[in-house]
Structures are given as C-alpha cells and as structure tokens.
C-alpha cells in the first residue's frame, strides 16, 4: 500500500514537472496588446472651429461629420473684381444691342422709303414714256402736215399761182418736223432703256447710276451694323470666359468660407487636439482618429523564440481573462529596439518591452468580430506552439 502511494506521488511529481516545463519551454510571447494605426484629421482652411461633442473613444464609420470650420474673413476680392468686370461686359453688350436694333429699325424705315422711292419712279417713268409718245405723235402730225403743205407749195408754185418764198416755208417746215419727230423717238428710246434699269433696280441720270439715297445709307448702316455684330459676338465670349472664372472663384471661395471635418477611416476617437471654438490655422491638427481597419497584435518574445519565427507563421492570441482563442499569423519581425514603428501607432510600447524582440500579429477577428473591433490597448498572450493544458484553459477565465 505504501508503495502504491509512492507511486502514484512520483507519477504526481513527473505530470507537475512536465506541465511546467511544458509551459514554460513553449513559444509564448511575455505580453502582447492590440494596437492599430492612427490618423490626425487636420483643418482644410483657416477660421473658428466647431466640433461635434462626442466622448473620446465614440465610434466612428468613415464619411461622419466631425465638425466644421468657418472664416467669415476670407478674401473675396478677386470674387468682386470679376463681378465688376462681368457687369461692365453686360452692360456694353446691351449697349451693343441697343446700338443693332436702332439700325435694325433705321434699315426698315430707308427700306420702305426706297421701296416707295422705285414705285414713284417707274411711275415718273411712265408719265414721260406717255408724254414722249405723244410729243413724238404730235412732232408726226406736224411732219405729216408740212410735207402736204410743201406738196401744195410746189404744185401751186409750178402753176404760177404762189410765190417760191411760199415753197421754200413750205420746205423748211417740212424740214423742221422731221427733226422734231426725230427729237422724239429719240427721247422715247432714252426713256425706255430708263425704265428697264428702273425694273432691274437700277435708276438712271444724266448716265449715271442714280442709287436712291436710301439705299445708299442702307448700305453704310448695314456695314456699320456688321461691325457691332462682331463686336457683340466677342463680348458675349467675353462674358462666358468672365463668367466660368467667377464660378471657379466663387467655389474657391467657398471652399475657403466654411469646411466641414470628416472621418476618413471607420475607428473611434482617440485624441481632441483643440476645442470647439478656437481659432485654427490651415493645415493645423485637430483630432486623431484610431482606424479599427487596421487592428493588429503587436508583442514581443525572447531571442530564442524570435529567431524560431518566420512572416506567415501560425500564432494564437488570447485576451487576458478572456476563454476565446483567436488564430493569427506573423506579419512583422522588427526585432529588439523598434520604437520608430510605434509612433504612428496607438498604443506605445514599454521600455521593457522594446529592449526585447518586436513580432507583430494579424489576427482577422479582431476586425471582422463586432465585439473585439477597437478595442487598442486590450492586452493578452500570444501562442506559438500547442500547450501542455490548452484544453483546459479554454474553461478557466
């Protein structure tokens, strides 16, 4: 009997040394937290700041208003330079315009005079085609006469019954007509090819072309009317060039009136760098966001253990007092002395901490796990190798 409990005291012994042995030899980290990288929203523009209040570490997604800045001082000059030359175009093109409709209206108004002017004409024409006629039928009847009284003249003459001074009136009579009836056709002619012209536009005078006044000064109003048109046409270019600058002014301005702060990552407020109401300046830091996107496990081990690691290398983290054991893998070995990583970091690691060896850890539950999101600072143990009471500790807290 007293061997049995001997036994069974060294079996005792030689389980307690090998689960001590076995926990202590095992790759383990000697502490280990979660960490995750910060970003610093800083002011876009210069001017009094206002901030949403919100408890430090409130969560975050990434798009949310954090608060707004305004500068009721910005400067708006360029803003009212192009105002004013944008008005001072507008007010030439309407003086242009002005100017084009009133030779619009000149235009007409010498239109009709001249449309009146080559209806009375031909009319005028038309009177003296007439009146050359009938001169030409009476120079006619005049001929027609004297050469019968030349013809009585000369058989009266021949009979002894009148005088030779009576023939020869008679003659020159006869002569007399006969350019008379010449005069007039040739008047009728130059009165013909007068109204032809006159039907093709063109109104003769002592031979030249007799352009109505009117259309003359239809003419010089049209050119003159051309030349503002093409002035109108580059202000209006003018005006649109001046206008597009505006908006663009206009849109700077208001970028730099009032801005309002986003979030640009989804994590948790870590740091108020200035308060609400305070003057800032562009560019000047505000806040600091933690990025729960970007969780990881950092620790650090031993030499011997760090030099047994490799990036990929399997690993498990368990929070303290915590039963869950979460799966990761390496993916940093930045061994002893490595406090340059950390300063964009969360969490700062311990003087103790960097005079070992710095191993970072991904573990994907920390960011996918609603329950284990943003939670930089929680601390726990890493695992690089199976446990003696594994088991056992995933029922103890």
């Not at 408890?55 to 803003?79: C, W």
């Not at 008379?180 to 003769?204: H, M, T, W, Y």
């Not at 496990?297 to 007092?321: C, I, K």
């Not at 690691?349 to 970072?360: E, F, G, I, N």
Request: hydrophobic share 45%; net charge neutral.
């Amino acid at each position: 009997m007293k061997a049995i409990k001997i036994g069974l005291g060294l079996l005792l012994i030689c389980g307690a040394l090998y689960v001590v042995l076995g926990e202590q030899l095992s790759g383990a980290s000697a502490n280990a937290f979660i960490n995750a990288r910060l970003t610093t929203s800083r002011a876009p523009i210069a001017g009094k700041i206002d901030l949403i209040s919100r408890p430090l570490g409130a969560q975050v997604s990434q798009g949310d208003t954090l608060g707004a800045i305004e500068d009721p001082l910005v400067d708006s000059i360029r803003l009212l330079d192009l105002e004013l030359e944008q008005a001072d175009v507008q007010a030439e093109i309407a003086r242009l315009q002005s100017v084009i409709a009133s030779f619009d209206q000149s235009i007409k108004l010498l239109q009709t005079r001249a449309a009146i002017y080559s209806e009375e004409r031909k009319r005028q024409l038309e009177a003296q085609a007439q009146s050359a006629e009938s001169t030409r039928a009476a120079a006619e009847a005049r001929l027609r006469y004297a050469e019968l009284s030349r013809e009585r003249s000369s058989r009266l003459s021949g009979q002894g019954i009148s005088t030779a001074q009576s023939l020869e009136q008679a003659q020159s009579l006869a002569e007399v007509s006969n350019l008379e009836v010449a005069s007039a056709k040739a008047q009728a002619a130059e009165i013909l090819v007068a109204r032809k012209a006159a039907d093709r536009g063109v109104f003769l005078g002592d031979g030249f072309n007799d352009a109505p006044y009117s259309e003359q000064r239809i003419s010089e109003i049209d050119v003159q009317r051309l030349e503002l048109k093409a002035q109108l046409e580059s202000k209006k270019l003018a005006l649109t060039a001046v206008s597009e600058r505006i908006a663009n002014e206009r849109l700077r301005v208001n970028r730099l009136s009032a801005s309002n702060l986003v979030a640009n990552v989804n994590g948790a407020l870590w740091e108020y760098l200035s308060a609400s109401g305070e003057t800032v300046q562009r560019g000047q830091d505000l806040l600091r966001l933690i990025d729960c996107d970007s969780a990881i496990v950092t620790l650090s081990v031993s030499e011997s253990v760090y030099n047994t690691l490799r990036v990929g290398a399997p690993a498990t983290f368990r929070l303290s007092r915590s039963r869950v054991v979460l799966e990761g893998s390496v993916i940093r070995l930045a061994g002893s002395g490595a406090a340059t990583i950390y300063e964009n970091m969360a969490i700062a690691p311990s003087q103790r901490h960097l005079q070992r060896y710095d191993v970072a850890l991904d573990v994907p539950a920390l960011r996918s796990d609603p329950d284990l999101r943003c939670l930089a600072g929680r601390t726990g143990r890493v695992f690089f190798e199976n446990r003696a009471f594994d088991w056992l500790r995933v029922w103890w807290g």
